[in-house]
């Protein structure tokens, strides 16, 4: 078999699945039992249409949670704390044990550690001039 490295100018999907295949394999065989499973928990207006909210999945006894976001003109209403209360009240349900994130110095470090997390590592100068925090909370 020849192999070769080929960098696409646009990743497709099907590109991630590929990469992802070979160390699911891998993680069956040689890790601990576990089932990675979706986890959303969405801002709707009164159209039903999706604004904002979190985005994450668990597996492993944890909660990551990938993405939040509170538009800009709903903040102050204490939506970003309910959006990942309930995201821990699902993560528990499910047996998970703690969440995580990262968060960029210029996003919400505060907030997270206002809702109990706490900074367990920093990449300093990510960006330049920035840094990048990992914070996490066991339940």
């Known amino acids: 078999m020849s192999i070769r490295l080929t960098v696409p100018d646009a990743p497709s999907p099907e590109d991630r699945a590929a990469v992802l295949a070979p160390l699911a394999a891998y993680n069956r065989r040689h890790g601990p039992p576990t089932e990675i499973l979706p986890l959303a928990v969405l ?3 009164a159209a039903g249409a999706t604004v904002g909210g979190l985005w994450g999945k ?3 006894d944890w909660l990551f949670v990938e993405l939040l976001a509170v538009p800009e003109s709903l903040r102050g209403q204490d939506l ?3 959006l990942l209360a309930e995201a821990e009240r699902i993560a528990r ?3 998970c044990v703690g969440a995580w994130l990262d ?3 210029f996003q919400a470090r505060g907030f997270y550690e206002k809702q109990g997390y706490t ?3 920093t990449l300093e100068g990510h960006p330049v001039g920035g840094a990048r925090h990992f914070m996490s909370k066991r339940f």
Do not use: I, S
Request: aromatic letters at 16%; proline letters at 0%; glycine letters at 22%.
């Open 58 to 60: 668990t597996g492993y």
């Open 103 to 105: 968060t960029y110095a």
């Open 43 to 45: 801002l709707t207006d």
């Open 93 to 95: 349900e499910r047996g």
């Open 80 to 82: 970003g704390a309910a």
């Open 119 to 121: 900074a367990f590592g």
